[in-house]
């Protein structure tokens, strides 16, 4: 929930900062408007990758002589290629560590990501897996939600 807050506020001060600069006066009849131009360099995270894609699109649609390379390799990978200076900014899908912290990471939440299983409907043990899944769920949520008893779950699902 604290990071979901994060993000909407960082969300919020964009947009924000974008509505007071487009309120500002506009230059004299005559002048230029300076272009924003240059690269900037992104690396890390597969899970936030596809979105640091589309917000790079669309900011170069705003501002085409801006480049935005955008990769993804792991969030480890994004971390320690912004903390070495080899990009502007590193996607990493998790909280940093204190190693991180100390070596100057400030970290930007702008998403949550999920990670669940998939199991085919064809899948010979799929009763079994609906029942043992339901249970821990069940157990998990009366523990945990309900009694603010932490809860393990013993037991193979196959």
Known sequence: MKGLIRGLSL??????????VSAQEKEPAGAVE???????????????????VAWSEAFQKLHPKVKIDVSAGG??????????????????????????????????????DAVFPVVSEKNPALGELLKKAWFAFLVRFFLDVLWGVPSIVYGTLA
Do not use: N, Q
């Open 75 to 112: 969030a480890g990978k994004g971390a320690s290629d912004a903390i070495a200076g080899l990009v502007d900014i590193g996607m990493v899908s998790r909280d940093p560590d204190p190693a991180e912290i100390k070596k100057g990471v400030l970290p930007i939440y702008i998403l949550h």
């Open 34 to 52: 300076e272009e924003l131009e240059g690269t900037i360099t992104l690396s890390g995270a597969w899970a936030i990758y596809p979105t640091a």
């Open 11 to 20: 969300i919020s001060i964009l947009f924000l900062s974008h509505a007071m």
